[in-house]
C-alpha cells in the first residue's frame, strides 16, 4: 500500500473508533430503535434519489439491509443503551469476524484453514473472559446484546458477498432504505409514541444539540466517508492487506470513549480484547503476508 492509501486506511479506524463516543451521545437522547430509523432514514432520502440501484437481485438487497441495519445496529445500539459502554461495544463487535468466518464456512462451504481456526479459537477465549468478567458484575445482559449485534454484522457480511455487487458502496448505500420502517414500527411498539415526540419535538434545543451532533457524525463520517474510503481501497488491494487496519478500531474506541466518558475498561476486559483482536488480526492476515514480515522485517508491498 502506498503510504497515502495506509493514511486513509488508518483515517477510517479512527472515524470508525470515534463512531462508540458519538453512538452513545446520539443515545443520551434519542431511544435506541429510533436512532437506527434515524440514522437510515436520513442516509435512505438522498439514495434514493441520486445513487442508483445496486445490479442484485432484491432479495439480498433486503437480506443485507435485514442483517446489517435491523440486526446489526438494531442490538447494538440497544445493548449500549442498556449498559453496555462505547470502548467495551467497541471490542465485542470484533466478534463479527470468527463469526463471518463461521457462517460463510457452513452456508458458503468456504475453508476454514488452520490459521483461522486458531485465531478464532483465541478470539473466542477472549470473549469469553469478558462474558465471564460481566456475568460476576450482573451487567452480562447488554454484552449478550452486544454479541448478538457482532451476529448480524457477520450475517450481513456473508449476504454481502453473496450478493457480489459490482459496486460495493452503492449496496453500502442502498441498504438504508432497509432499515427506517421496520426499525420504525419496533420504535413505536416498544419505545412507544411518547418518548419518540419527545425526543423528536426537543431535539433542536440546545441539551439535545451533543446528541444530534453524533448522530451526524455516525450518518456522515462513520458512513458515508468510512465506508467511502474502505470500500476503495479494497478494490486497490487484496482485503489481508487492508483488513488489519480494522484492528485499530476497539483501540480508538477505547482510548476516544476515555477522553469523551472517563470510561476505562477493567483489567480483565481490557486482556479479553487484547485477545480477541489478536486473534482476529491473526486469522486476517496472509501467509504470504507473515512470511514477508518474517522475512524481510516489513509488509509485503503490492505495485
Known amino acids: 500500500m502506498t503510504p497515502t492509501d495506509r493514511l486513509r486506511a488508518a483515517l477510517v479506524a479512527i472515524v470508525w473508533g470515534v463512531n462508540f463516543p458519538a453512538t ?22 438522498p439514495t434514493v434519489l441520486f445513487v442508483p440501484r445496486p445490479a442484485i ?3 439480498w438487497l433486503l437480506a443485507v439491509g435485514t442483517c446489517l441495519g435491523i440486526l446489526q445496529f438494531g442490538f447494538l445500539y ?5 449498559g453496555l459502554d462505547s470502548g467495551l461495544a467497541s471490542i465485542v463487535v470484533q466478534a463479527s469476524a470468527p463469526f463471518t468466518v463461521l457462517i460463510a464456512g457452513v452456508l458458503l462451504r468456504e475453508r476454514i484453514t488452520r490459521r483461522q481456526a486458531i485465531g478464532i479459537g483465541v478470539a473466542v477465549v477472549g470473549l469469553a473472559s469478558i462474558a465471564v468478567h460481566r456475568a460476576q458484575v450482573a451487567e452480562f445482559l447488554p ?10 454484522w457477520a450475517l450481513g457480511n456473508v ?4 450478493a457480489a455487487a459490482p459496486n460495493a458502496l452503492h449496496l453500502t448505500l442502498w441498504m438504508s432504505v432497509v432499515p ?26 440546545l441539551d439535545a444539540l451533543p446528541a444530534v451532533l453524533g448522530l451526524l457524525y455516525v450518518i456522515l463520517f462513520a458512513t458515508v466517508l468510512g465506508y467511502g474510503l474502505w470500500n476503495g481501497l479494497l478494490a486497490k488491494y487484496p482485503s489481508s492487506q487492508v ?27 481490557l486482556i479479553g480484547g487484547a485477545f480477541v483482536v489478536g486473534g482476529v488480526l491473526f ?10 514480515i518474517r522475512g524481510n522485517g516489513k509488509p509485503a508491498t503490492t505495485v
Open 24 to 45: 452513545a451521545l446520539a443515545l443520551e437522547h434519542f431511544p435506541p430503535f429510533l436512532t437506527v430509523a434515524l440514522r437510515f432514514g436520513i442516509l435512505a432520502i
Open 57 to 59: 437481485p432484491v432479495r
Open 78 to 82: 440497544l445493548a449500549m443503551d442498556a
Open 143 to 152: 454484552l449478550a446484546l452486544g454479541l448478538c449485534g457482532a451476529l448480524g
Open 159 to 162: 449476504a454481502s458477498r453473496r
Open 180 to 205: 427506517p420502517l421496520p426499525m420504525l414500527a419496533l420504535s413505536l411498539l416498544f419505545e412507544g409514541p411518547g418518548r419518540i415526540g419527545r425526543s423528536l419535538s426537543t431535539a433542536l434545543t
Open 243 to 269: 483488513a488489519p487496519f480494522s484492528m485499530l478500531v476497539p483501540v480508538i474506541g477505547v482510548l476516544a470513549s476515555w477522553l469523551a466518558f472517563g470510561q476505562v475498561p477493567d483489567l480483565a476486559e
Open 283 to 292: 486469522a486476517s492476515l496472509s501467509r504470504a503476508r507473515r512470511k514477508s
